[in-house]
Structure formats: structure tokens, C-alpha cells
């Protein structure tokens, strides 16, 4: 696979690692099934939308929050429940699974609030997140930071991630004429 910036080369590939690791921690986190599991992917960036693929091939009732009208075409036509980013506040209470793949802050107190007793909340972006952990600790929301997850689940398949992008960027660096 080539593509034209090797920064979206080096950043697509960590998605299914990642995307792998949070069906994990979901399946390791909770005492029911994925299958029939009503879940929430907030974002629908590289790692949203590898991650309703799968959720979705599990079984799960799945809706995807997102804020373009691209991406909101996007999830209806992959047949993915659609709600809009910026207006999740009174619409959380109904899923069992949350996950969160935007690195700014959109779980904080107020939403945490709404979070039916017993669900999770896996926050999948990178820093500085996306979940207000001291809240969501004080209201006892079973939530967690799932960072590095590429590494943690996968080794030996981030570690030919990292390799092939080193490569990558060589091949472009060069073809560019850029001495290194």
C-alpha cells in the first residue's frame, strides 16, 4: 500500500490494532455478549470507522456520532444508527458500550451523568482524551483510557506498522530528492 503522505499511511494501519483492542477490553469489561450489545462509537475517524465495522460484525446494535454531513452519508449507507457529536447531551442513557475515539474533551460530568448504571466507557484517543476520568470516577462509571493499544494487543503487527512507515517515508524522502 502507497500512499501519497506517509503520515496517513503510518496512522491507517494502527486502526485495526486498535480497533482489535477495544473489541477486547469490551469483551474482557463486560459480563454480557457483544452480539445484541446496544454501543455508541463517538467519532468517526480512522479508528470509528474500523471499529463499527467490527462491532457491527459482532452483532452489536451500533450507532456512530460524528459532526460532518460526509461521514453522517458515510454511516447510513454502511447501515450504522447516526447521531450528531454536538448534540449527545440526554442521549446516552441507552447503551451498554460507549466508546470514544476524539481527542477532546466530550464526556465530561454533565454526560457522564446521563450513563446508564452498569455501562462502559472505553476512551480510545489519544491525549488529552476525550473523558473526564476524576468524574467519571466519582460516579463510579466503569471507564477506561485504552491508550497504546496498537503495542499492547498486537506487538509483532505494530512493530511491522512502525517498520513499513519507516520505509515509506525513506521512499517518498527520496523520491523527493531530500538527502538523509
Same mark, same amino acid.
Given at each position: 500500500?502507497?500512499? !501519497? @503522505?506517509?503520515?496517513?499511511?503510518?496512522? *491507517?494501519?494502527?486502526?485495526?490494532?486498535?480497533? @482489535?483492542?477495544a473489541v477486547q477490553l469490551a469483551m474482557e469489561q463486560t459480563e454480557h455478549t457483544l452480539?445484541?450489545?446496544?454501543?455508541?462509537?463517538? +467519532?468517526? +475517524?480512522?479508528?470509528? !470507522?474500523? /471499529?463499527?465495522?467490527?462491532?457491527?460484525?459482532?452483532?452489536a446494535k451500533v450507532t456512530v456520532s460524528a459532526r460532518k454531513t460526509e461521514d453522517f452519508?458515510?454511516?447510513? =449507507?454502511?447501515?450504522?444508527?447516526?447521531?450528531?457529536?454536538?448534540? /449527545?447531551?440526554?442521549?446516552?442513557? +441507552?447503551?451498554?458500550?460507549?466508546?470514544?475515539?476524539?481527542?477532546?474533551?466530550?464526556?465530561?460530568?454533565?454526560?457522564?451523568?446521563?450513563? !446508564?448504571?452498569? =455501562?462502559?466507557?472505553?476512551?480510545?484517543?489519544?491525549?488529552?482524551? +476525550?473523558?473526564? *476520568?476524576?468524574?467519571?470516577?466519582?460516579?463510579?462509571?466503569?471507564?477506561?483510557?485504552?491508550?497504546?493499544?496498537?503495542? !499492547?494487543?498486537?506487538? @509483532?503487527?505494530? =512493530?511491522?506498522?512502525?517498520?513499513?512507515?519507516?520505509?515509506?517515508i525513506v521512499k517518498e524522502t527520496k523520491k523527493a530528492g531530500a538527502d538523509i
Open positions: 500500500m502507497i500512499c !501519497k @503522505e506517509y503520515s496517513v499511511y503510518s496512522t *491507517f494501519p494502527n486502526a485495526v490494532p486498535s480497533a @482489535e483492542g452480539h445484541g450489545s446496544v454501543c455508541l462509537i463517538i +467519532g468517526y +475517524g480512522r479508528i470509528g !470507522k474500523v /471499529l463499527a465495522r467490527q462491532m457491527t460484525a459482532l452483532g452519508c458515510w454511516c447510513d =449507507a454502511c447501515g450504522y444508527n447516526i447521531a450528531d457529536t454536538r448534540a /449527545l447531551d440526554g442521549a446516552l442513557g +441507552g447503551y451498554d458500550i460507549i466508546y470514544n475515539t476524539v481527542p477532546h474533551m466530550i464526556l465530561d460530568d454533565k454526560h457522564l451523568s446521563q450513563i !446508564k448504571p452498569g =455501562a462502559l466507557v472505553i476512551d480510545l484517543a489519544s491525549n488529552p482524551g +476525550g473523558v473526564d *476520568f476524576a468524574a467519571a470516577k466519582r460516579r463510579g462509571v466503569n471507564c477506561h483510557w485504552a491508550l497504546s493499544l496498537p503495542g !499492547k494487543v498486537a506487538p @509483532e503487527s505494530a =512493530a511491522a506498522i512502525v517498520r513499513n512507515t519507516v520505509y515509506q
